[in-house]
């Protein structure tokens, strides 16, 4: 293999190549023949198979990112039925005027009164809303008054009047399951009842006439997840027009029980979607990656595998083909244009031509060793392939 033969004893003529430089930016050549003493420079070099499984495991953990996000982005939730319940009731007492039989200021609920003694009536509305699941619920609530005035068989009305007792005002159930509302109102029963008399004296018409009196809770789900979008009352009926007066409540039946359905929901989580559409994009580039290295399998054998393999055989004699590399930090590395000018300085220094295989299938190098002098040419696939590409 060391035998000196002619260099143009099996070369093809027709076959030359050139390789690009791989100089520092101070470093030029004046012309093909000059050799350039250059630093050597440590670069990481991956090579086909490499990038090949790079590729395809930046497409592999991309597309498993994508399908592990695509259920956290889209939330399907199936419809449920969720019980609430809600309790009203209220508390009153009937104030008196001044008057030489009682002592008292005002008389308890449940009792018969005279009408001629009734200042006013203080009445306290209380209302409890209960519901299995947080949630996110709107109220709100006002107290109002019915006059009505009828026959006295109560089935048709001489009027209905009605009347506004207190600003409507409104409260907020915030992902709790719990809500009280309290409300006060104080009713002046002489001007009501004086309604009433006028109307029954004025037309001389038996008549039946009452005050209702109600607290007005309107519900609505804030979050549109449940079907809860109604009212509830809570009230009592204070007779009119009559000598004695016997109040009616008429609260809530304790725990009057409901459901709420909710509605089957596609919840969508923007963050997430977007982590998602980026992994989508990753495993795209991915692909096209993986595809152009697919096709460029047959270009690279028969560019970089076939040039190398052709000098490797033809130059058989002349070429020393080694295991190991060399250490470049010790070295004073020369760096050849081409392996044609290294076969010329394997003419003038009588000294065998080195060859190592960096990567297989990707970079080798061909380099005759002088001392602490490397005449280095470096064979790279890439160069090869942008040979290729030029022409």
Do not use: W
Not at 311 to 321: F, G, K, M, N, S
């Amino acid at each position: 293999m060391l035998n000196e033969k002619n260099k143009n004893e099996n070369v093809d003529s027709n076959m030359k190549f050139e390789y690009p430089e791989e100089l520092d930016n101070k470093t030029s050549y004046e012309d093909n023949e000059q050799e350039i003493q250059v630093k050597p420079k440590h670069k990481t070099h991956i090579g086909y198979n490499g990038r090949l499984i790079i590729a395809i495991s930046i497409f592999v953990i991309s597309l498993i990112m994508c399908f592990l996000l695509v259920s956290k982005s889209f939330n399907y939730q199936n419809p449920k039925i969720i019980n609430y319940n809600e309790n009203g009731s209220l508390d009153y007492k009937v104030y008196l005027k001044e008057n030489d039989f009682y002592e008292e200021k005002y008389l308890d609920e449940n009792m018969i009164y005279v009408a001629n003694l009734i200042d006013n009536i203080n009445i306290d509305f209380n209302y409890d809303f209960n519901i299995e699941e947080n949630s996110n619920i709107d109220f709100t609530y006002q107290v109002l008054g019915d006059l009505i005035i009828s026959g006295q068989n109560g089935t048709s009305n001489f009027l209905e009047k009605k009347y506004v007792l207190s600003e409507e005002k409104d409260t907020k159930l915030s992902d709790a399951k719990n809500l009280n509302i309290k409300e006060n109102i104080v009713i002046d029963y002489d001007y009501y009842n004086s309604i009433a008399n006028d109307y029954k004296s004025s037309y001389a018409v038996d008549t039946n006439s009452y005050l209702k009196v109600y607290l007005r809770i309107n519900k609505k789900d804030s979050d549109k997840l449940l079907d809860i979008n109604d009212s509830s009352d809570v009230s009592l009926t204070i007779p009119l027009s009559q000598r004695a007066v016997e109040i009616a409540l008429n609260s809530m039946d304790s725990d009057s029980n409901s459901k709420a359905i909710s509605d089957a929901k596609l919840k969508f989580n923007s963050t997430i979607f977007t982590i998602e559409i980026i992994f989508i994009i990753i495993a795209i580039i991915s692909l096209v990656r993986i595809l152009k290295l697919l096709v460029l399998l047959t270009a690279r054998k028969n560019a970089y595998d076939k040039y190398v393999g052709k000098l490797l055989r033809e130059y058989d004699r002349l070429i020393v083909e080694t295991m190991t590399g060399f250490d470049m930090s010790n070295c004073n590395i020369i760096k050849v244009k081409s392996f044609e000018e290294l076969l010329d300085v394997r003419d003038n220094l009588k000294l065998p031509i080195m060859y190592y295989s960096v990567v297989k299938h990707s970079k080798c190098h061909f380099y005759i060793k002088n001392n602490s002098d490397i005449y280095l040419v470096t064979i790279k696939e890439v160069d090869l392939e942008g040979k290729e590409n030029e022409k």
